[in-house]
């Protein structure tokens, strides 16, 4: 079945410095790419997300790029800074799903001072 | 973006009783879905509400374990029937307001003794 795979399951920077987290999808159709945050003891909340039909999308200190002959797509901060410490998941969605998102395994940001 | 409210917040029930957890939404909403979610894990679907007609459960969810009604476009219950300390989780709905973007309620935290 379709599969999300997401690196590193956790990732620790200096703050200032830029985190990175990425994502693989298997299912060639996949054509939504959503990115949540999700703080200790809160829902998630998405911050940016991505259409098949573009490559790149930014939004001040967080962009996502989208590479989908590798059927690749990463999560960009830059910045840091020690609100961004939190749990981020990516997904995807594919074209016959029915709104699902499948889900990947997510990723600890930690934000070092 | 709507506004989803969940009910209860968080409860802590006997093994062998059943909790229904309540999810309404302030605007008239495409999907609605459930999710469980344990600490320190990623988001499991449970199933997809379905207005008017019966819930679409996900490979190792089935009705009689987790009852799900859907009377309308802005609501919907989420039983969790003969409940064991395997249950413990959060329990989270969530909704689609016609495009693939969820956005998540706040959230259920249940605690089975």
């Known amino acids: 079945g379709e599969n999300v795979e997401q690196h590193p399951s956790t990732l620790s920077v200096q703050e200032g410095d830029s985190a990175v987290i990425k994502c693989t999808y298997s299912?060639?159709?996949?054509?939504?790419f959503p990115w949540y945050k999700q703080e200790l003891g809160k829902r998630p909340q998405l911050i940016i997300d991505?259409?098949?039909n573009v490559g790149e999308k930014k939004d001040q200190r967080i962009a996502v790029t989208l590479n989908k002959t590798a059927k690749h797509f990463s999560l960009h901060i830059t910045e840091t800074q020690p609100e961004d410490s939190a749990v981020y998941f990516c997904?995807?969605?594919?074209?016959?799903?029915?709104?699902?998102?499948?889900w990947g395994a997510g990723t600890k940001l930690i934000i070092k001072p | 973006s709507a506004v989803i409210s969940q009910k209860p917040s968080r409860d802590i029930c006997q093994r062998g009783t059943s909790l229904t957890i309540q999810c309404q939404v302030d605007?008239?909403?495409?999907?609605m879905f459930w999710y469980r979610q344990q600490p320190g894990q990623s988001l499991t679907l449970i199933a997809t509400?379905?207005?008017?007609?019966?819930?679409?459960?996900e490979s190792g969810f089935v009705i009689d374990k987790f009852p799900i009604s859907r009377p309308n476009l802005t609501f919907s219950t989420l039983t969790v029937s003969n409940m064991s300390p395997e249950d413990s989780s959060i329990y989270l709905c969530?909704?689609?307001?016609?495009?693939?973007?969820?956005?998540f309620g706040p959230g259920t935290r249940l605690l089975v003794l």
């Open positions: 991505i259409r098949s």
């Open positions: 969530s909704v689609a307001t016609g495009e693939e973007t969820q956005y």
């Open positions: 509400a379905n207005q008017g007609s019966e819930a679409t459960y």
């Open positions: 605007s008239q909403v495409t999907m």
């Open positions: 997904a995807a969605h594919g074209r016959d799903s029915n709104y699902q998102l499948i």
């Open positions: 299912d060639s159709a996949s054509n939504y």
